[in-house]
T-cell receptor, first 115, second 116 residues
Framework: GAGVSQSPRYKVAKRGQDVALRCDPI?????LFWYQQALGQGPEFLTY????????KSGLPSDRFFAERPEGSVSTLKIQRTQQEDSAVYLC?????????????FGEGSWLTVV | AQSVAQPEDQVNVAEGNPLTVKCTYS??????LFWYVQYPNRGLQFLLK??????LVKGSYGFEAEFNKSQTSFHLKKPSALVSDSALYFC??????????????FGTGTQLKVEL
């Protein structure tokens, strides 16, 4: 596709419910990132893939968060037993190459509200 | 660890006037610096980046940014602001690494408001 595509755009989950957020990166992009953006804040890094390999998951806030990219293209961010503090925008991004300085392109985000 | 500071939560400027949005950074080694813009309920759009070379970088929509190594700054500028430039602006840094990886660290954002 022309850009990074994310779904759903908006999700309301009851506390304790599991959610799955999907990201379809720009075709051919090697690197894929997930960021979390709380209201009024800058994006915070969650995790990063090089093709299908998850090379950095240092930003995942707890073991309730899990991400995968099994075929090196589409990625899913899963949040188990959602809590109110998980309410945020989850941004997916991709870049063509896995090297410093490559431009990272963002999707429009999945807005998660936990009630 | 790298960090970015955007000292102004909000910048107000009259349409037609020049604008500056400030950014300073901290990183080990050579930095790669980026500016993104976010419109309401939208994702981040890439504006420009500094990798190496000329300290003045030109980007989309007439924006430019000046890299100043001694002051560790990368301020965003535009000679003549438009009302449509009103948005949230983020500065980000990525360190140079030989082992691959281009993770960005973002500032907290600056809300730009351009008024008639």
């Amino acid at each position: 596709g022309a850009g990074v595509s994310q779904s759903p755009r908006y999700k309301v989950a009851k506390r304790g419910q599991d959610v799955a957020l999907r990201c379809d990166p720009i075709s051919g992009h090697v690197s894929l990132f997930w960021y979390q953006q709380a209201l009024g804040q800058g994006p915070e890094f969650l995790t990063y893939f090089q093709n299908e390999a998850q090379l950095d998951k240092s930003g995942l806030p707890s073991d309730r968060f899990f991400a995968e990219r099994p075929e090196g293209s589409v990625s899913t961010l899963k949040i188990q037993r959602t809590q109110q503090e998980d309410s945020a925008v989850y941004l997916c991004a991709s870049s063509l190459r896995d090297s410093s300085g490559n431009t990272i392109y963002f999707g429009e985000g999945s807005w998660l509200t936990v009630v | 660890a790298q960090s970015v500071a955007q000292p102004e939560d909000q910048v107000n400027v009259a349409e037609g006037n020049p604008l500056t949005v400030k950014c300073t950074y901290s990183v080990s080694g050579n930095p790669y610096l980026f500016w993104y813009v976010q419109y309401p309920n939208r994702g981040l759009q890439f504006l420009l980046k500094y990798i190496t070379g000329d300290n003045l970088v030109k980007g989309s929509y007439g924006f430019e940014a000046e890299f100043n190594k001694s002051q560790t700054s990368f301020h965003l500028k535009k000679p003549s602001a438009l009302v449509s430039d009103s948005a949230l602006y983020f500065c980000a840094v990525s360190p140079f690494t030989t082992g691959g990886g281009n993770k960005l660290t973002f500032g907290t954002g600056t809300q730009l408001k351009v008024e008639l």
